[in-house]
């Protein structure tokens, strides 16, 4: 979607290294979302964001931390990047409760 | 705790032929469901929602989904394939809490379209 974009698109990073994925929205949504992809899985949610500097965690936050010091910017870090953390992240946003999802198009992490 | 079950992971289906991805909820109150589909390398799109009105749901494509509360299903439908419809395609249900709703995703389905 255009309004929602992720960057980078791909990365490879090293065992140990932090890592910041960034997700910058033009919607003026209120809420957003990280998610992580894993075949088997499906989507699992790693931290959201209710609003400026108010963010809570997800089902699989472990290793991850988020800031969102604007509207517009939501990152997610990891902290010590680890083989585990190979997926696809993907950003959304929700303009309100229940509305429904827009997402980015991904981020592939390759954690080697 | 409300949760979606995608049942069969694949699903094959000859062009024209009628498609069929099921999905079962569990909730402890009247849910908010949602059907997205993902093309190869792109992120989400959303298909369809029921959020309590019509249980009959028309989404983009052709697609309906029925909720159905006697049988906790929210099953997706498609009269006739379409080579364009080969994709995968996520249930999902949403959690309301104090801040705000969390939308939680079923494993996905992939479909194939045979030509």
């Known amino acids: 979607d255009a309004g929602i974009t992720q960057s980078p698109r791909h990365k490879v990073t090293e065992t140990g290294t932090p890592v910041t994925l960034r997700c910058h929205q033009t919607?003026?949504?209120?809420?957003m979302y990280w998610y992580r992809q894993d075949p088997g899985h499906g989507l699992r949610l790693i931290h959201y964001?209710?609003?400026?500097?108010?963010?809570d965690k997800g089902e699989v936050s472990d290793g991850y931390s988020v800031s969102r010091s604007k509207t517009e910017d939501f990152l997610l870090t990891l902290e010590s990047a680890t083989s585990s953390q190979t997926s696809v992240y993907f950003c959304?946003?929700?303009?309100?409760?229940?509305?429904?999802?827009?997402f980015g198009s991904g981020t592939r992490l390759t954690v080697v | 705790a409300q949760s979606v079950t995608q049942l069969g992971s694949h699903v094959s289906v000859s062009e024209g032929a009628l498609v069929l991805l099921r999905c079962n909820y569990s909730?402890?109150?009247?849910?908010?469901l949602f059907w997205y589909v993902q093309y190869p390398n792109q992120g989400l799109q959303l298909l369809l929602k029921?959020?309590?009105?019509?249980?009959l749901v028309k989404g983009i494509n052709g697609f309906e989904a029925e909720f159905k509360k006697s049988e906790t299903s929210f099953h997706l439908t498609k009269p006739s394939a379409h080579m364009s419809d080969a994709a995968e395609y996520f249930c999902?249900?949403?959690?309301?809490?104090?801040?705000?709703?969390?939308?939680?995703f079923g494993t996905g389905t992939s479909l194939t379209v045979i030509p």
């Open positions: 909730s402890s109150v009247p849910p908010y």
């Open positions: 959304a946003t929700n303009r309100q409760d229940n509305y429904g999802y827009t």
């Open positions: 919607e003026n949504h209120r809420y």
């Open positions: 964001s209710y609003g400026v500097k108010d963010t």
């Open positions: 029921y959020t309590s009105a019509a249980t």
């Open positions: 999902a249900v949403s959690r309301s809490s104090n801040t705000g709703n969390q939308f939680y």
